[in-house]
């Protein structure tokens, strides 16, 4: 039996292009959830922050009650509340990720679709990320000069 080498090459070929295809989808699938591993053990302090702020709220709003006119605790009930907001969509960002992505889907996707998907995810988990990161930093930076 003679094996006809133009068609043995394409084989080979299309084998290449699918290890390469594969070996991207590996790669983006563990950069994804190397992000999601780095930030999610955040969420404690993210949850831990959100309720040193609404305290912290609380304090400021019951002692502009007694100074009304005070613009340095203004300025400080509006900053908190702004960092509260930050907190809690920082949280919300993440649980969204976290229900929405669909690691096993992506499997049973055609290789190119599921790299453009990871691609996105990967895209999405950065975000999540840097917006957990800053708000955190942000709420800690405000809270020690209180």
Known sequence: MKINPLL???????????NGEQAQINTLEKEVMMIHD???????????LEN???KHISQTDSLLKLKPNDSTLQRA?????????QLQEADRSMMEWMHNYKGD???KLPPSKAIRSLTQE?????????D???????????LKQQ
């Open 8 to 18: 043995f090459s394409g084989v080979l070929m299309v084998a290449a292009c699918q």
């Open 38 to 48: 780095a930030v999610m053990p955040k969420m404690g302090e993210l949850v831990a």
């Open 52 to 54: 040193t702020i609404r």
């Open 77 to 85: 009930l509006e900053q908190s509340r702004f960092l509260s907001s």
């Open 105 to 107: 889907s992506l499997k």
């Open 122 to 130: 990967k895209i999405k988990i950065e975000q999540v990320s840097d």
């Open 132 to 142: 957990m990161l800053k708000s955190i930093e942000d709420t800690q930076i405000f």
